[in-house]
């Protein structure tokens, strides 16, 4: 279907317009052959992310770029499960030190690893890590170092408590945004506090992670991978294969709003991380993202479809994302959509019903309490409105559970 999905969302069609519409921008010019190499590779691995990372500040571009290449590298020594432990542990340890020596390059990961040509030509990042300030090396060794000693922690390892599944997110995720929190700082184009925002950022990349392990359940099931924890799906099924079979629909259910739910615990802190930030390419840099996930959060919750195929959210409405999401107010607005759509879907029967309700009004208080909404998005999206739904929502919720405790009482 793609673009033709949104023919019924005038404000998507509005935004595809403007989307094709919009003049090619100029080809950049790179100082060197092997930062054009670079780019290129960033192109391959995700034209979304080299879109953004392309508009930031020419002082900041080049090391987001390099940092994300360096990462993506690791990554793909990490995913590789042709390459055996004894050779790609040390690997994956050592590798913060790899990326100083000149020359260096990866010709062992499968024929069908999509990311494999990247470590073929590896020599080339490295050339070009080599030529970043020095405090923006020091940021991104540090973060390889982590994010390589954490991902071997995990290689034997399953995720069974959500104290792990937290764990391998921050190895993953978080730390990515950490790194990315300290080289706004060393770049002087964010306040240095940056440097030192680590809980929040933390909490930035652990949003967007926690969503795509959501989201990609079921390609995840296909390939022989777990991310869900046992503590969390353990209280609907005995084993993860179980939830896509059709006896256990209301079981699965559940335990997909239970990790939606999980998911929703950082929005706060990524709207606090977002409400920080000054300059703007930064800033569409970081909101992105957020804005993409929590639209996807309201697509996946209670969507019996995430157990038999990857859910995503249309095109048309990636691209309004895109465009709309160019400042806090309009930040805000976004999350108060989808808020607004993820707990319209919300089942008055789901065992995590009136914690779903109570983390729909957090955030909408959140968004009450720090911004002063313009008076037509006040008009659009009425947040009395908002309140009085979740309000009424976790009253129906208490009746409900007052009642079914009274009949089992009555029945006993």
């Given amino acids: 279907m793609g673009l033709l999905e949104s023919v019924f969302h005038p404000s998507e069609l509005v935004s595809i317009v403007k989307f094709f519409s919009h003049a ?8 060197r052959p092997t930062l054009f190499t670079c780019y290129d590779f960033l192109e391959q691995t995700s034209r979304s992310f080299a879109s953004v990372i392309k508009e930031l500040d020419d002082e900041l571009r080049d090391a987001v770029c390099i940092f994300y290449l360096v990462l993506r590298g690791l990554d793909t020594i990490e995913d590789d499960m042709s390459i055996p432990n004894s050779k790609k542990l040390p690997l994956l340890r050592s590798f913060h030190e790899i990326i100083y020596l000149r020359g260096w390059n990866f010709t062992e990961n499968d024929s069908e690893e999509k990311d494999r040509l990247l470590l073929v030509q590896f020599d080339t990042v490295i050339e070009e890590f080599l030529t970043l300030k020095e405090e923006y090396q020091d940021v991104i060794k540090d973060i390889t170092q982590r994010m390589g000693n954490g991902m071997a922690d995990f290689c034997d390892k399953r ?3 959500t104290d792990d599944y937290n764990l391998y997110c921050h190895y993953v995720a978080g730390l990515v945004g950490i790194g990315l929190s300290k080289l706004f700082a060393a770049s002087g184009l964010e306040d240095s506090s940056f440097g030192d925002m680590d809980e929040l950022s933390n ?31 353990g209280q609907y099924v005995q084993d993860l294969g179980d939830l896509p079979k059709p006896e256990n629909k209301d079981k699965a259910l559940a335990c997909l709003n239970h990790m939606c739910l999980d998911a929703l615990s950082h929005v706060t802190d990524s709207l606090d991380y977002m409400s920080r930030i000054r300059n703007q390419t ?34 048309g409405l990636a691209i309004r994302l895109i465009y ?27 065992p995590n019903y009136i914690k779903i309700s109570q983390t729909y009004g957090k955030v909408l208080q959140y968004c009450e309490t720090n911004s002063q909404l ?39």
């Avoid at 008009?379 to 089992?408: G, W």
């Fill in 324 to 350: 709309e999401a160019n400042s806090m107010e309009n930040v805000r607005s976004i999350f108060q959509e989808f808020m607004y759509k993820f707990v319209l879907k919300n089942n008055a029967k789901d």
């Fill in 159 to 161: 995720v069974s408590s």
């Fill in 24 to 31: 090619t921008p100029k080809p950049q010019e790179y100082a």
């Fill in 374 to 412: 313009k008076a037509a998005v006040m008009k659009h999206n009425p947040m009395t409105d908002y309140i009085r739904y979740a309000a009424i929502m976790i009253f129906i919720a208490l009746v409900y559970q007052y009642c079914q405790s009274r009949k089992e009482n009555e029945s006993i």
């Fill in 203 to 233: 909490s930035m990349g652990l949003f967007l992670q926690k969503t795509n392990i959501i989201r990609d359940f079921y390609e995840d099931l296909l390939d022989g991978r777990t991310f869900w924890p046992k503590d969390i799906y």
């Fill in 282 to 315: 930064i800033f569409n840099f970081c909101a992105i993202p957020q804005v993409m996930a929590v639209a996807t959060i309201a697509e996946v919750f209670n969507n019996y479809n995430v157990f038999s195929r990857n859910v995503k959210i249309r095109k």
